[in-house]
């Protein structure tokens, strides 16, 4: 079965720009959550949406939003760019939500450059 | 201190050798413990996971749980060019998100 799509892979932003990062989690899964890696920081939660409902939020700034379509797609969203925003963002979907016996999924991410 | 505290690496090893990859954890919470495997330029994938002390074994691969120690383990025996990647070690908390090692990064060599 297909695996866990983001959108777009490679993206280059300018400072004070937004972006809308997608996420198609595998069919049936109705848990999308979003991380952040970065080489310094590593990987990092932003945030967990279940049926349309942010459940858990990470310790980032309001710039970084979300939502969750009835059909378990998922969008991010980070408003003026900020350089230190550069990093590979991953999307990870699971049956259920949180992740306790839930097998979590992550795609292939999507690489974000701020210059 | 951080929640979860994985050796920084690099580490490089000649095909064949044992890999002993390390993680301690401060949260008493923790009880579930994962492993994942990236790529370059790829997301992580899920290796292992194991819910309590001891050994679990699966293939070339031993996870290995000491939670009196909060320290955790993951052996790859006979290691193979193929198994060159970062490997993080990671935990749920109690509201569900998961905290990773920064990960080490692994080369087999030939």
């Known amino acids: 079965k297909a695996g866990v799509t983001q959108t777009p892979r490679y993206l280059i932003k300018t400072r004070g720009q937004q972006v809308t990062l997608s996420c198609s989690p595998i069919s049936g899964h109705r848990s999308v959550s979003w991380y952040q890696q970065t080489p310094g920081q590593g990987l990092q939660f932003l945030f967990e949406y279940f049926s349309e409902t942010q459940r858990n939020k990470g310790n980032f700034p309001g710039r970084f939003s979300g939502r969750q379509f009835s059909n378990s797609r998922s969008e991010m969203n980070v408003s003026t760019l900020e350089l230190g925003d550069s990093a590979l963002y991953l999307c990870?979907?699971?049956?259920?939500?949180?992740?306790?016996?839930?097998?979590?999924?992550f795609g292939e991410g999507s690489w974000l450059t701020v210059v | 201190q951080k929640e979860v505290e994985q050796d920084p690496g690099p580490l490089s090893v000649p095909e064949g050798a044992i890999v002993s990859l390390n993680c301690t954890y401060s949260?008493?919470?923790?009880?579930?413990f994962m492993w994942y495997r990236q790529y370059s330029r790829k997301g992580p994938e899920l290796l292992m996971y194991t819910y309590s002390s001891g050994n679990k074994e699966d293939g070339r691969f031993t996870a290995q749980v000491d939670k009196s120690s909060k320290y955790i383990s993951l052996f790859i025996r006979d290691s193979q060019p193929s198994d060159s990647a970062t490997y993080l070690c990671?935990?749920?908390?109690?509201?569900?998100?998961?905290?990773f090692g920064k990960g080490i990064t692994l080369s087999v060599r030939p």
């Open positions: 990671a935990m749920p908390g109690a509201n569900s998100k998961l905290t």
């Open positions: 990870a979907s699971s049956l259920g939500q949180g992740n306790f016996g839930n097998t979590i999924y």
């Open positions: 949260n008493s919470a923790f009880q579930y």
